[in-house]
């Protein structure tokens, strides 16, 4: 299988916690993005031809791009690569009215599915994430995409300071009351780089110690299974096999995925090397290295054996499905795990439990002959 | 320089005094008037130029310093002068310098009075013979009172104080009236100008610059470039290749003659050949006898030192070669130790010693070490009638093998003032403590106990400073061995021993011990995938037991395409954090949790 992300480097606002690519920018030249990333595809397919299974618009906010750029992109794909006319092609929406205005444009132009990110229906919680969108418009965004597409998520972010366990409970069943097949429940991360992390440093707020997060993550996946949505990874959920996202359990399974657009990455297979490719982060620089020599890849180099060991199974096992362990991982090892009831065995498959998802960081780090306490401790 | 002084116009003398009483301020000012440096080279406790020393505002190296001051009889004399430590930890470096001078500054802070160390430095200054001049210091400050401590000094010491200089080592107040006195009340060395070569190897250390430096004090005869010398201890020959003193800059002279004080380099490069208080002699016209050199240091505190990196063990090994090298002190011998690996059994004078030589290892040499906890030297007798000194807990025999165990006890003086008194003694009844004296002294009470060793190496100075407000001194000496109730107390963790951890314990203190390492340790230990049981335990008999419990979240929230390469990194340097822990079964230890559960006080 062979994913496709394009990144979309652009956003409205940047929030507090995001430590993703983003770039504020007063006008953007979509016909000089398109260009680009045409380009940068032209010079991926001279070195890939394998076919593509599903595509994605991630960002950044890749509902800022016109549906024309979005569809032109598709045709692209399609062209060159060249996909089957059922595959799941998605854009990460940001649920501002004039983004979910073009929902049904988006949908004439390839996407079959949105993910929104909603992040809570709650207005003072939406202030303190620093977004722009109040919960009225969060409601108009979800119900939009449910009319339009058969298949859309959202994303909500929980156990932020000052939420309460009763609080998340119920906001979450509220939000359930919205939700289409698929859900993706993120608990607050302060990430390096980013205001909150100055601000917790700063003792601005406290975040949540490590009971009370495994707190709320139990009592989401006990409400998510009970609601007939149980998680099929650490933070995502989905009524049935057929809503979980195709491209993301690409990701996790260590499929193949090309990535576009400025500080994407990627993993290839080619003449049975395992490729990883990184694409400069600034816009600027990325738009003009690709005018000038064709792409602006800053890295793309074959990886060992190891590495790629440390990265299926660092993938892997976020998957309720499990995965086949490689051989080089101790067996007393996985005993162990599955005597502690971080793992089951399921036949060939080593599956984790709900405890092994909790603590997975730990659980990878043990398997791969690291200290089983994690580096953040 | 090519003369050396008339030995009537030599002056030796050490500085001397309790911790933090100025000595090395009152230095930087006789320097600066003798014009041993220039006002811009000049910088506070100037003699003090290790990083540590700086950092920590304590003098732990003695120093010695060449001055030229001419009197008010018109002569030029040489003044050698000898910064030393105040803490008891350091008192080896004081004996030493003691026994390379005729005369001492005994320098009291007129704001304190006399301290436990001041009596400790003085009596020993007394022991070698030495002319005293009393400096009473800091007398800029407005509650200096130095009537009362001329008293004290005559009525707790018992010297004259009438002599006694008053100065501010910080103003400069009397610098003058001091030089003065040293130069009329000390007396000259005595030494044979033509004699064969007769010196006394004073310190070592090693110099980037000028490689390995020894200090010597000439007694008879010259040391000149190009002389073939001995080393009547180590019996080895050497050609000098720099003669020079200290001003405190390296100046390189032609010789050092009878009397005088100074350094030589002869291209040494082994440690075996500088002992401290060996005799050097002319390799063709040796001295018959030779000095009969310094009392060699008796460690008091052990504990053993494991590099956590275990292929830095030879590394581990020159570095306390090149400490040996300058701290003579220092006493260590190979070990190794089943959890831990190869490492060094290591002797210290005291607690501060011992810190003091980890973190310079840490600093000067990088490297990464997990201490034992500290312990002192027992004297164990087994039931087939053998008996041998135990250094280390772990190798403590079988109680089915004990006759008995013999402890080290001290003599301990604290100086307090008198409302901290109560505090003090309750402290020195819970250690096991016997009172021999108490004493005022004005509103100050001396008091005398006889204490376990063992319950002093522990948080013993940490404690008296807290409940003295860091008032009340104290100074200790060995005092004589003692049968004691000792036993063996392991710590356990899921089970397995921890060698590191164990202690010998009297079996009264043994439950308390006990009890306060288990809950320091679960403090430290991280929360780990598997439940932690913290155990105590004396010969299989658990005292006391912490619980950790397990890890219940640690993942990373979003993990998409994009973040593959970043998680595995951290992944990467989880293992590389491996190297920090130590593995007891199942449960990964940092090297952190040890050092700090061993510097455990009381109160946490
Ligand atoms: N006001 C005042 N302060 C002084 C005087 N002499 C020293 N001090 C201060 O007392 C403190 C200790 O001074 P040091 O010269 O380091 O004392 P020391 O006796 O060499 O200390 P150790 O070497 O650690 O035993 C420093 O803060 C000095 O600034 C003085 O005459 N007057
Ligand atoms: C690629 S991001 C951006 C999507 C879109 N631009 C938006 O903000 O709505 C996808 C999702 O990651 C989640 N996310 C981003 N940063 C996070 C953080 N620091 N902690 C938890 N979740 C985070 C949010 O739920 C967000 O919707
Ligand atoms: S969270 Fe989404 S909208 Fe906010 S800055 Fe990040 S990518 Fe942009
Ligand atoms: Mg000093």
């Not at chain 2, 000095?291 to 590394?315: I, Q, R, T, Y």
Request: charged share 25%.
């Amino acid at each position: 299988m062979t994913g496709f992300y394009i990144h979309w480097p652009f956003c409205a606002a940047k929030c507090p916690y995001c430590d993703f690519n983003v770039h504020l920018r007063e006008n953007i030249d979509q016909q000089q993005m398109l260009d680009t990333y045409i380009k940068e595809m032209e010079y991926v397919f001279a070195r890939y031809k394998t076919p593509v299974s599903s595509v994605f618009f991630g960002g950044g906010t890749p509902s800022l791009m016109s549906p024309q750029t979005v569809g032109a992109i598709i045709d692209k794909i399609q062209a060159l690569w060249g996909f089957k006319n059922d595959i799941e092609i998605t854009l990460e929406a940001n649920p501002n009215s004039s983004e979910a205005q073009k929902f049904a444009d988006f949908k004439q132009a390839g996407i079959n599915r949105v993910s929104i990110g909603v992040q809570s229906f709650n207005n003072e919680r939406l202030k303190f994430l620093g977004r722009i969108h109040d919960g009225d418009a969060a409601l108009k965004a979800v119900s939009s995409a449910a009319e339009i597409f058969d298949k859309f998520s959202f994303d909500l972010i929980y156990a932020t300071p000052k939420q309460s366990l009763d609080e998340w409970k119920t906001e979450l069943k509220q939000a359930l009351q919205f939700a289409k097949g698929h859900m993706s429940l993120y608990q607050l991360t302060i990430e390096k780089g980013t205001k909150f992390y100055l601000s917790e440093a700063r003792g601005d707020f406290v975040m949540p110690d490590e009971d009370t997060g495994a707190d709320f993550y139990e009592v989401t996946q006990e409400i998510m299974s009970a609601s007939g949505m149980p998680a099929y990874e650490v933070s995502n959920y989905a009524a049935n096999e057929d809503h979980q996202s195709a491209h993301n359990l690409n990701y996790w399974r260590y499929g193949d995925y090309i990535g576009i657009g400025p500080g994407a990455h990627g993993r290839l297979t080619v003449n049975g090397n395992k490729i990883a490719t990184r694409v400069h982060r600034a816009p600027d620089i990325w738009q003009q290295r690709i005018a000038e020599q064709g792409h602006a890849y800053e890295q793309w180099e074959s990886l060992n054996d190891e590495t790629q060991t440390h990265e299926k199974l660092m993938m892997g096992l976020r998957l309720v499905e499990g995965m086949k362990l490689p051989e080089t991982i101790a067996r007393t090892k996985i005993d162990t795990l599955c005597d502690e009831g971080f793992l089951l065995k399921d036949g060939e498959l080593v599956k984790p439990t709900r405890k092994g998802l909790a603590c997975h960081n730990a659980v990878v780090g043990y398997l791969l002959g690291g200290s089983n306490i994690h580096a953040a401790a | 320089m090519s003369e050396t002084k008339p030995i009537n116009l030599i002056r030796n003398f050490a500085i001397i005094a309790h911790i933090d009483h100025g000595k090395s301020t009152l230095a930087d000012r006789l320097i600066q008037s003798c014009g041993g440096l220039e006002a811009r080279e000049m910088k506070e406790q100037v003699l003090d130029n290790m990083e540590l020393e700086r950092e920590r505002g304590i003098t732990i190296k003695a120093q010695t310093v060449r001055l030229s001051y001419t009197a008010k009889d018109g002569q030029t004399y040489q003044f050698n002068l000898m910064d030393t430590p105040g803490h008891v930890d350091f008192a080896y470096e004081v004996s030493r310098s003691l026994a390379s001078c005729e005369g001492s500054l005994l320098v009291v802070d007129a704001t304190q009075g006399v301290e436990a160390q001041t009596l400790a430095n003085v009596y020993q200054a007394i022991d070698n013979g030495h002319e005293i001049i009393p400096v009473i210091n800091k007398i800029d400050l407005p509650s200096a009172d130095v009537e009362r401590v001329k008293l004290q000094i005559e009525d707790v010491i018992g010297i004259d104080a009438s002599d006694a200089v008053p100065v501010s080592g910080k103003s400069g107040i009397n610098i003058d009236q001091l030089l003065e006195a040293i130069a009329t009340r000390l007396p000259p060395p005595k030494g044979d100008a033509s004699a064969t070569t007769k010196a006394l190897l004073v310190d070592s250390w090693y110099d980037s610059y000028l490689g390995v430096v020894i200090l010597v004090r000439v007694i008879d005869g010259y040391l000149k470039k190009g002389q073939k010398i001995r080393f009547m201890g180590a019996a080895t020959t050497r050609e000098i290749d720099r003669v020079g003193i200290f001003t405190p800059k390296h100046v390189i002279v032609d010789v050092l003659g009878p009397g005088e004080m100074g350094f030589i380099t002869a291209s040494i490069k082994d440690i075996q050949d500088t002992k401290v208080g060996d005799t050097i002699t002319d390799e063709r016209n040796p001295c018959a006898e030779p000095l009969s050199g310094f009392k060699p240091s008796v460690p008091m505190v052990f504990c053993s030192l494991f590099p956590a990196d275990s292929s830095e063990f030879e590394k581990l090994r020159e570095s306390l070669g090149k400490l040996k090298l300058n701290d003579a002190s220092l006493h260590y011998e190979a070990e190794s130790s089943q959890a831990l690996g190869m490492g060094f059994r290591c002797g210290f004078l005291g607690l501060l010693h011992m810190e003091i030589i980890q973190e310079r290892l840490d600093r000067e040499f990088d490297l990464d070490l997990i201490p034992t906890a500290p312990s002192v030297v027992y004297k164990v007798y087994t039931t087939n009638g053998e008996s041998k000194e135990l250094y280390n807990p772990v190798d403590m025999p079988d109680a089915s093998r004990l006759e008995k165990i013999e402890e080290p006890w001290i003599k301990a003086t604290i100086m307090t003032p008198d409302e901290y008194l109560g505090g003090l003694l309750q402290l020195c009844q819970e250690r096991r403590g016997e009172q021999i004296n108490l004493t005022y002294v004005g509103s100050r009470a001396m008091l005398e106990y006889l204490l376990p060793l063992n319950e002093v190496v522990f948080d013993f100075y940490d404690r008296l400073k807290s409940i003295s407000r860091g008032y009340a001194s104290f100074d200790y000496q060995l005092a004589e061995y003692r049968e004691g109730n000792l036993v063996k107390m392991d710590v356990l963790v899921n089970q397995e021993p921890v060698d590191a951890l164990a202690m010998v314990v009297h079996r009264s203190q043994a439950e308390r011990r006990g009890r306060q390492l288990c809950e320091r340790l679960k403090e430290l230990i991280p929360r780990q995938m598997f439940k932690i049981a913290i155990q105590a335990a004396i010969g299989g008999k658990i005292i006391a037991r912490e619980d950790i419990g397990a890890l219940r979240k640690d993942v990373t929230a979003k993990c998409y395409g994009g973040d593959i390469t970043r998680k595995r990194k951290l992944l990467d340097k989880q293992k590389e954090g491996k190297k920090k822990m130590r593995q007891y079964g199942n449960v990964d230890i940092p090297q952190s949790a040890f050092i700090a559960a061993l510097r455990m006080g009381d109160e946490n």
